[in-house]
Nanobody, 114 residues
Framework: VQFVESGGGLVQPGGSLRLSCAAS????????MGWYRQAPGTQRELVVR???????NYADSVKGRFTISRDNAKNTVYLQMNSLKPEDTAVYYC?????????WGQGTQVTVSS
């Protein structure tokens, strides 16, 4: 299984970005998919996950600003990020879990700076 992320970049505070994660197989087959992020010197942390049935879990720090969605026909998961803050700067990773197996994308850099 491969995940290919795209959409990262440099954005000013208050701006928006949309990340995409294209999977090499049906995303509906995964028990859960989501996005994690890792800033320099910190541990990787959960941003949001979406369970197969559609329920979601957001980190408190992104609630109301970030939205996860999926397009099953395109095998793609999206992360819409609005009202970005400098503290959102990190490498963002796509993640999928299929029972006990976990899969990661290569990561995409998001930098929020003026």
């Amino acid at each position: 299984v491969q995940f290919v992320e795209s959409g990262g970049g440099l954005v000013q505070p208050g701006g928006s970005l949309r990340l995409s994660c294209a999977a090499s197989r049906s995303i509906f087959s995964f028990n859960a998919m989501g996005w994690y992020r890792q800033a320099p010197g910190t541990q990787r942390e959960l941003v949001v996950r979406i369970i197969r049935g559609g329920s979601t879990n957001y980190a408190d720090s992104v609630k109301g600003r970030f939205t996860i969605s999926r397009d099953n026909a395109k095998n793609t998961v999206y992360l819409q990020m609005n009202s970005l803050k400098p503290e959102d700067t990190a490498v963002y990773y796509c993640h999928g879990r299929w029972y006990s197996e976990e899969y990661w994308g290569q990561g995409t850099q998001v930098t929020v700076s003026s």
